[in-house]
Structures are given as structure tokens and as C-alpha cells.
């Protein structure tokens, strides 16, 4: 087989949500820092044609992540790497850095080392300090330090066409979300309910970044509201999410840094102290352990550090590789598949 380009992926998931690890094979992609990288991921075209080449049909789906590991450019960090999903390459995840512990840790990239393993993470969002609970050579959990949190605006009222006045809440957690409480739709989050949720997420989304601008005040390359989470309250107090990702699909997990985003809501609102932990439930009924570390602030707002606990699991080690004369290099997406919203890739 002459194959004109093939990436290793460690197959991997936290909690539900498909996490794929490139741990061979990745390009040397330009820039400086993590966040310049992020950058020409999403701007440069050789860095837009190796995202459709991992994401899209016929080698990718629209379920999942692809995370690029890659050299650490930052003295205390073991690892860097960028998540790219079909719409861009995103800059920080929880559930994503879960399964990049597991994947170093498990593949013997980091050595092992029990009853803990601590590995910092380098993302364009900042550093991540994971600590891993490690037993029999295997990443059993993962207690993330994420990066500081802080609310942009609170209470945010939306005029759409199908649900009148929405309010969301304009927070960032690693990237930008708008948390809407779920019962706005009338809607709940439910299994069911999940083709429903992903198409109102896009609605919304589409009407947020239309209407308000957000960017990160010291990282410019973080931009825009990247994803819509739905939320509730369970009846054990713990919080329901459901976090709308484009083209058209839910995130399986609670979602880490969409999670991080909501506490610091909840610590704005007096509803979250130093020390508080919470639960986290997604779609599925899978569970993160959220907690706040401590106070902070960035560019002299008031800011959280968010702590998120979960599980990491390996299922599989595959290749991922490119015929010279395959027809489809770039790959494509179907409405079928992958949503209505595919039409724009």
C-alpha cells in the first residue's frame, strides 16, 4: 500500500463521549504557542484539510473528537494538544483531556506511576493539571484542574422566532458557552429528546453569535460562542446537561469545560462557595464530579478555578490513512448523517 498520509489514533472515550488521541503520524503544525497553532488550524488551509481528513467521511464521523497531541511548548507541561472536531479546531475540553491522560498514561507515552499520576496538559486555553488515580497499569480516574473560569454576561435576553425571549447565561469555561435552562424550549433532557435539543442548540447558537460578540481578553484566538448547553436541575440536586455541537449531535458526556462554565454562573449568582462539589449528569446518565478550587481573576474580572472528575476509557488502536487516488481527500458530510446543518460544511 502506498499510503500519501496515515496518523495513528488511540481509540478512547470519558464518560460516553468519543475522544480519539493522534499519538503518531501528526504533521508538525506552525506557530509558537498552543493558541497560534489553534490558530492556523482554523484559518490556514492545509490546517482546515487536516481536520476534514480526521472528522469527516469517509474516515471520520460526526460522533467523537480527534484530539492532536502534540510537543509541549510550555516548560512544565508533559503533553500539548488541540481538539478538532467538524466544525474547527476547539481549544480546551474536559472530556477531551480526560481521554488524554488515559491515552498518555495507558500507551506508556507518560509513564504510569500509582497510586497517582500527575500529568499537566498544555492547551490553548492554559495549562491543565490532571491527576490521575492509576491501579494494574490502568487510568482508573482523572481529577482535572481546568483553567480559570468567569461569567461574560449573565441573564443575556434572546428574541427567537419559535420560543419568544430566551435568557442565557454568556460564560466561559475553557471556551465560550450559553447556558440556557432547558424547560425555556419545553423541552427536558432526555435520551428521546436529543434530535429535538441539537436542533434548537443550533438555532440558538446561530442567533447568539449573530447578536453578541465575545472574545477571550487575553487569548484573541478564542472567539464566539462555541456551543449551547441546555440545563436542569435533577431531583437529587444534581445538574442535567446536554451541550448542542454542530453539525448536529449531543455530547455523550457531562461536559467538562461546558460544566466549568456553569459553575462559575452558579458562584456568581452566591449559589457556589470554595470548596462546593456538585454532580454533573449528561444525556446518558454518566456523571462528573465539579468542584471549586478557588477564586481568581482574569483581565481584572472576577474568575473560578473549576476542578472536573471523570473516567477515561481505551476500546481500540486504529490507522487512519489517505490513498493518493481516493477520490474524497477532504471529505464530506451528508444530511442524512449528520443533520441539516451539514449543507454548510
Known amino acids: 500500500m502506498r499510503w500519501k498520509r496515515t496518523i495513528q489514533l488511540l481509540d478512547v472515550h470519558c464518560e460516553g463521549e468519543i475522544g480519539k488521541v493522534a499519538i503518531g503520524g501528526v504533521p508538525k503544525i506552525p506557530g509558537e504557542t498552543v493558541a497560534e497553532q489553534l490558530h492556523w488550524l482554523n484559518t490556514d488551509p492545509k490546517g482546515s484539510e487536516l481536520r476534514r481528513f480526521l472528522c469527516l467521511e469517509p474516515r471520520g464521523a460526526p460522533i467523537g473528537s480527534v484530539n492532536l497531541l502534540l510537543p509541549a511548548k510550555h516548560p512544565d507541561a508533559d503533553a500539548a494538544f488541540v481538539i478538532l472536531q467538524p466544525d474547527q479546531a476547539h481549544a480546551s475540553s474536559g472530556s477531551n483531556s480526560i481521554c488524554v491522560t488515559t491515552a498518555l498514561l495507558e500507551s506508556g507515552i507518560v509513564d504510569m506511576k500509582e497510586p497517582e499520576t500527575v500529568v499537566t496538559l498544555e492547551t490553548a486555553a492554559g495549562l491543565v493539571r490532571a491527576v490521575a488515580t492509576c491501579h494494574d497499569g490502568r487510568c482508573e480516574k482523572v481529577r482535572l484542574t481546568m483553567v480559570p473560569a468567569f461569567v461574560h454576561q449573565l441573564d443575556v435576553e434572546i428574541q427567537t422566532p419559535h420560543w419568544g425571549k430566551v435568557k442565557a447565561d454568556i460564560c466561559y469555561g475553557g471556551i465560550f458557552y450559553a447556558l440556557i435552562d432547558v424547560r425555556q424550549i419545553n423541552l427536558t433532557i432526555e435520551k428521546t429528546n436529543a434530535a429535538g435539543l441539537v436542533q434548537a442548540g443550533m438555532i440558538l447558537k446561530e442567533i447568539i453569535n449573530r447578536e453578541i460578540s465575545v472574545i477571550h481578553p487575553e487569548i484573541p484566538a478564542i472567539w464566539g460562542v462555541a456551543y449551547v448547553m441546555f440545563r436542569d436541575i435533577e431531583a437529587d440536586g444534581a445538574v442535567r446537561t446536554c451541550t448542542t455541537m454542530w453539525p448536529g449531535r449531543v455530547d455523550r458526556s457531562p461536559c467538562g469545560t461546558g460544566s466549568s462554565a456553569n ?71 451528508l444530511t442524512d448523517v449528520w443533520g441539516p446543518q451539514a449543507g454548510e460544511i
Open 263 to 333: 459553575l462559575t454562573a452558579l458562584h456568581a449568582r452566591g449559589k457556589a462557595k470554595v470548596g462546593d462539589i456538585f454532580r454533573s449528569r449528561s444525556i446518558i446518565g454518566s456523571e462528573f464530579e465539579v468542584g471549586l478550587q478557588a477564586v481568581t481573576e482574569v483581565a481584572g474580572r472576577p474568575a473560578i478555578i473549576p476542578t472536573i472528575t471523570g473516567r477515561g476509557f481505551t476500546f481500540g488502536l486504529s490507522q487512519v490513512a489517505l490513498d493518493p487516488f481516493d477520490p474524497h481527500p477532504h471529505g464530506f458530510a
